[in-house]
């Protein structure tokens, strides 16, 4: 909106406080791609190229601080919401995480006419994702039970992720919650392409689940921002992750848990149901997710006997993925099934198979 070159956000996003990293955006508002950090990587580790470009004196430029950004972004944000629509008559309890969305999220949804009660909105430098929000919804589910709440939303400590809570304390699956968004952006026309995107993390649930809305699922690797690439190669306006991070391409250029929020709300009194009635039209077939530490991180492409693994189980109709952590030593071993008891099987032979072939 500024007309910018560029923006730094200082960020832990859901980890502790003392975990804080940096993201960088271009012009446009998007995340930069992986050939620009890298050459921003080769400049932060020579210090040659940092004397090349060191300033100095008048030349640096000057800073100045944008008193109204808040309200700015309260009335973009609320723009993502029907006109015709009001929040009247629904409660809502939100866990801010002490993090982005403490001040912002409370007066959106009660400017919107909801009965809010708000947790997690005392930052003191050191609290935030602590014991709360998106990551620990436990405190959320209990207040909305309590307090005999419509909805609960958590967000994370920057606010791109959102979890929901229905009114009998339960969280809403990721991926269900996907699907419900996804259909109902359909339902009004506003779907592009009747596609969305979602990572290979996605349950096949989903994807069974759109394909009876005549709604296709293409996926992509793991990560807000891949999500957002593979949207703008295919022309579709909506995506994300089954951890919260939800992308609405018409109205951000990121996950936004508060705009996710209000297009839920939306979405609620829209069809005319209680948040629970959501929780079961998506239930995720079984899934075995294990971490497992290794010593050596071999091309999985060069593993022998990898591919014959993958191919028995498919056979079972099972799905499988198999990731290296990018900061540890560890695989990350995800297969799934509709036959938990063949699951459970199959993961052991995997598991065997794994520790063999990357710890000898």
Do not use: W
């Amino acid at each position: 909106d500024m007309r910018c070159d560029a923006g730094i956000m200082i960020s832990a996003s859901h980890n502790p406080y003392y975990d804080n990293g940096i993201k960088f955006f271009n012009s446009e508002g998007f995340k930069l791609d992986e050939k620009e950090e890298a050459q921003i990587e080769k400049i932060y580790f020579s210090d040659e190229l940092i004397a090349e470009a060191r300033t100095k004196m008048m030349q640096i430029g000057a800073a100045k601080r944008v008193d109204d950004v808040i309200g700015r972004y309260i009335v973009h944000i609320k723009n993502s919401f029907p006109k015709q629509k009001t929040l009247h008559g629904l409660r809502v309890v939100l866990d801010c995480a002490n993090g982005a969305s403490y001040r912002v999220a409370p007066t959106v949804f009660n400017e919107l006419g909801a009965e809010t009660i708000v947790i997690g909105d005392e930052p003191n430098g050191k609290n935030i994702n602590d014991a709360c929000g998106a990551l620990s919804p436990q405190n959320l589910a209990s207040e909305v039970k309590r307090l005999r709440a419509d909805v609960g939303f958590a967000f994370d400590g920057d606010a791109d992720r959102l979890v929901v809570v229905d009114e009998n304390g339960e969280i809403i699956h990721g991926d269900a919650l996907l699907g419900i968004l996804a259909v109902y952006l359909k339902g009004k026309n506003r779907l592009a392409g009747n596609k969305m995107v979602a990572t290979v993390m996605s349950n096949s649930a989903l994807e069974d689940f759109l394909a009876k809305h005549d709604i296709a699922l293409h996926r992509c690797n793991v990560g807000d921002k891949f999500v957002l690439e593979t949207m703008h190669e295919l022309g579709a306006n909506f995506g994300g992750e089954q951890s919260g991070h939800v992308i609405f391409g018409d109205y951000a250029k990121t996950g936004d848990g508060i705009a996710s929020a209000l297009q839920f709300a939306a979405c609620m009194l829209d069809m005319k149901k209680k948040a629970s009635e959501f929780s079961g039209m998506i239930k995720p077939y079984p899934q075995i997710l294990k971490n497992l530490k290794i010593s050596d991180k071999k091309p999985l492409e060069k593993l022998k006997g990898l591919k014959e693994l993958e191919a028995s189980l498919k056979a079972d109709k099972i799905r499988s993925l198999f990731r290296y952590s990018g900061t540890e030593n560890v695989i990350r071993l995800l297969i799934e099934g509709k036959n938990e008891k063949l699951l459970q099987k199959r993961m052991d032979e995997v598991e065997k198979f794994f520790t063999k072939a990357l710890n000898e």
